[in-house]
């Protein structure tokens, strides 16, 4: 059973009810004809659909203030840079796995596949539009340039991550890659202690800068 | 057909469009298409955030519920099925979240300050009824509960129906319409002066 006023009801009250949705369009045929023959004969409903008018009105000259959000979302988003990775790298990534409980010879090996691996990696990621171009104004600061890299053994937990990251100093500004390698920022002057901090982690398995300095 | 159909026909003509464009969004979206969600986030990001505005009544919480919604969408765009229109599916899961976050931060707060106010008109006395008017209008808004104020703005400024806005609240349309009714009057009685000041 109906139970708002007007439900069960006198024409009056089903009219007035319906009177928001016909100020603004969003009536079918039945129930507009139901208010516009209630209209012809009621000022009070004629009066209030003024009213109704008027507050759509003026409610709709205020603007929210909210900052647009995406780039923390985007942020939040791992999945589509490891799909969107061309499978070319998997038997690169499968051999650096490997090579991790293997003898030291094959290290090595898998240690210039890293080499290359780590390079193109770093290439495809700067290649990639980057969120701050969708920067709005007055939103989140943009996230600073990816200058050092750092991969972490296998079975690492993500708040061992979190620890290590910390310790250092750096900041997360990508990743992960396909090979699990994750893209930092430092500042210039706290470089060489980020990375011999993350260096002495015993979960990380690399960690080096990327952008041509020597630490 | 009259005027009145006319328009409807030629509404829904244009929307048409636009929802078959937001549902291949969709659709690339569940393939994990990250450029068709942020075009999704960025056409839903504006009309969430005014929802999510009136029905948190916390500045701070908006961006954080919205993007909670949009993770949804993100990570549920399979559970669509195409049974309402996107836009109700959206919303609804929109207000639960909102929801939610109130039962966390319950006491609702008064801030005018979430809104931006337009430049003052040529004249100044008109300028100060508006302000006057908007400010009743948001103090009243602020006053209702989170239910009330959901349907409000569902009503007044996105234009949706008493049905949809059932779907998006999960309420009967009877609830709805109740529940309008009692928010316009409590609207009304925040007003300042007569309703003949108004007309």
Request: with cysteine; net charge neutral; proline share 6%.
């Amino acid at each position: 059973m109906a139970n708002f006023p007007g439900a069960n009801e006198q024409p009056h009250d089903e009219a007035e009810a319906l009177l928001p949705w016909y100020a603004t369009g969003q009536l079918d045929a039945r129930d507009r004809a139901i208010v516009e023959n209630h209209l012809q004969d009621c000022a009070q409903c004629q009066q209030q659909l003024f009213v109704e008018r008027r507050i759509v009105d003026e409610f709709g000259t205020l603007v929210p203030q909210v900052e647009n959000g995406w780039v923390k979302l985007r942020a939040s988003i791992k999945a589509p840079v490891q799909s969107q990775r061309p499978p070319l790298f998997q038997p690169l990534v499968e051999m650096w796995r490997g090579a991790v409980t293997r003898p030291p010879v094959m290290g090595l090996v898998a240690a210039q596949a890293l080499f290359l691996l780590i390079g193109g990696g770093v290439l495809l990621s700067l290649e990639r539009p980057q969120v701050t171009q969708y920067h709005a104004l007055g939103s989140a600061p943009a996230p600073a340039q990816a200058n050092m890299i750092v991969m972490f053994q296998e079975n690492t937990t993500e708040q061992q991550m979190r620890d290590a990251l910390e310790a250092s100093g750096a900041s997360l500004v990508g990743g992960p890659t396909a090979a699990d390698a994750y893209l930092l920022h430092v500042e210039a002057n706290g470089r060489t202690r980020a990375i011999a901090s993350l260096q002495s982690d015993r979960h990380v398995t690399l960690a080096q800068p990327i952008d041509g300095s020597t630490g | 057909m009259n005027l009145q159909g006319a328009i409807k026909a030629l509404r829904a003509e244009t929307a048409r469009p636009a929802e078959c464009g937001e549902r291949e969004l969709l659709a690339r979206v569940e393939q994990r298409d990250i450029q068709a969600f942020e075009r999704l986030y960025r056409m839903y990001q504006p009309r969430l955030a005014r929802f999510l505005t009136h029905m948190l009544q916390r500045p701070q919480l908006v961006e954080e519920v919205l993007n909670d919604t949009m993770m949804v969408v993100w990570q549920g765009a399979g559970n669509f099925r195409g049974e309402s229109k996107l836009s109700t599916w959206i919303f609804a899961i929109a207000y639960r979240k909102a929801l939610k976050a109130r039962r966390c931060w319950p006491d609702p707060i008064e801030d005018e300050a979430l809104h931006s106010r337009p430049s003052p008109g040529p004249g100044a006395d008109q300028h100060i009824q508006h302000q006057k008017l908007r400010d009743a209008l948001v103090g009243a808004m602020a006053r209702l509960s989170a239910e009330h104020r959901a349907v409000v703005d569902l009503t007044y400024f996105h234009d949706l129906g008493y049905r949809e806005i059932a779907e998006i609240v999960g309420c009967p349309v009877d609830t709805v319409k109740t529940r309008m009714f009692h928010a316009r009057r409590r609207l009304r009685q925040a007003l300042p002066g007569d309703l003949g000041d108004w007309v």
